[in-house]
């Protein structure tokens, strides 16, 4: 087990060691709860207030060209796309994980209308399957079936149209081999809508390289884009224009300002956007997008695993025994993460959480 000293000197070594004082953290808490809410930057406040005062206060409406107002949505798309292995014109932030995940499986059925089923894994995140058999239960052709996280790939036949799966789960931790899974799907037939709630900020992506169809993911966890922070969607550059959106807003339309009677989607991307998101919620998630951009997602997947190793040695040394270890030991199977079983479990959190340790 690694002794205090050699904790401290690799905290001195630690090329991200500044960023500790670019949150807005309090005194006297330990705060490992990020994967849930992202904690606070401190440029944060400061620039809401600007948001609010300049560019809402005294810049009002000429604030849509003035300050970008406008595009919002791609600009911050341009910004995650960096972080997942997208091009910057595969990615929209807008609307929340939820609701892009049902833009994004309903664009996956429409392009398999010979085929019924929507695969996912029954220990995936519960909206994310509420969404598919809510969306299912429109469709007279849609069914969702939920099979085991480890019978994904054997699972994948000639029935499916979309497989939907989160690429790290929430409760374990457990990563997906995104390549492997996509190739298996694309192999079948299928096409696939990776949810990143979990890995995005957390670990480098590469959409494009495992020739990603669809994907969605949320900008308040490892992004630290403040509480509810817009969530983005990603759509590979071949489906584009294929999309007939099944949420036709403005925003989408090939020229907003026109008011036209009739839709017409825009080119490419932006006709998946139904309608601005929040101006300060899209301020406070450009924050943290530029700080995890400054930090670097190479740098960030290096050092989460050394503290997640750490951790986990740690634990096993001084409490032998007393849990069970949710999260993959093979680093190459794990996100950025550590979870514990115990029966006693939520008791332990609420008296951790009354010591200043946030779980
Ligand atoms: C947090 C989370 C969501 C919910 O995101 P919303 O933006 O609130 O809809 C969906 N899926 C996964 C996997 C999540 O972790």
Same mark, same amino acid.
Request: proline content about 4%; charged content about 30%; hydrophobic content about 40%.
């Given at each position: 087990m690694p002794s205090r000293a050699d904790l401290e000197s690799l905290d001195r070594a630690d090329p991200l060691a500044r960023f500790r004082d670019l949150f807005a953290l309090p005194e006297g808490v330990i705060y490992l709860d990020g994967? &849930?809410?992202?904690?606070?930057?401190?440029?944060?406040?400061?620039? @809401?207030?600007? =948001?609010? %005062?300049? %560019? +809402? !206060?005294? $810049? @009002?409406?000429?604030? +849509?060209?003035?300050? !970008? +107002?406008i595009d919002y949505p791609a600009r911050l798309g341009g910004k995650v796309a960096r972080l997942i292995g997208a *091009?910057? $014109?595969?990615? @929209? =932030?807008c609307d929340t994980t939820s609701i892009n995940l049902f833009k994004a499986l309903t664009a996956a059925l429409d392009q398999r209308p010979d085929r019924r089923v929507i695969l996912a894994d029954r220990a995936n995140f519960p909206s994310d399957l509420y969404?598919? %058999?809510?969306?299912?239960?429109?469709? #007279? $052709?849609?069914?969702?079936?939920l099979v085991e996280e480890t019978e994904l790939a054997g699972a994948i036949d000639d029935s499916v149209a979309v497989v939907t799966l989160t690429q790290v789960n929430y409760k374990t931790g457990y990563l997906h081999d995104m390549a492997a899974l996509t190739r298996a799907a694309h192999e079948a037939g299928a096409l696939v809508v990776w949810d990143l709630a979990h890995s995005a900020g957390a670990l480098p992506i590469d959409l494009n390289g495992a020739g990603a169809d669809y994907a969605v993911g949320c900008g308040y966890k490892y992004l630290n884009g403040g509480p509810c922070a817009p969530a983005f969607l990603y759509v590979a550059r071949r489906h584009q224009a294929k999309i007939d959106p099944p949420l036709p807003g403005w925003l989408g339309h090939a020229e907003p300002f026109a008011f036209d009677t009739d839709y017409r989607p825009a080119e490419g991307m932006r006709r998946n956007l139904c309608s601005m998101p929040s101006i300060l919620a899209s301020a406070a998630l450009e924050v943290g997008l530029d700080l995890m @951009? *400054?930090? !670097?997602?190479?740098?960030?997947?290096?050092? &989460?695993?050394?503290?997640? %190793?750490?951790?986990?040695?740690?634990?096993?040394?001084?409490?032998? !025994?007393?849990? $069970?270890?949710?999260? #993959?030991?093979d680093p190459a199977r794990r996100g950025s993460q550590v979870s514990l079983r115990h029966p006693e479990g939520y008791a332990i959190v609420q008296a951790l959480i009354a010591r200043g340790v946030i779980g």
């Open positions: 994967n &849930s809410l992202g904690a606070q930057p401190r440029q944060t406040a400061a620039r @809401l207030a600007e =948001v609010v %005062e300049r %560019e +809402w !206060g005294r $810049d @009002l409406i000429t604030s +849509w060209n003035r300050n !970008g +107002w *091009d910057a $014109d595969e990615v @929209l =932030v969404i598919a %058999e809510g969306l299912a239960r429109r469709r #007279p $052709d849609a069914t969702v079936r @951009l *400054d930090a !670097g997602i190479y740098a960030l997947r290096t050092k &989460s695993l050394a503290l997640t %190793e750490t951790f986990i040695r740690v634990v096993e040394r001084r409490c032998p !025994g007393l849990f $069970d270890l949710a999260t #993959p030991r």
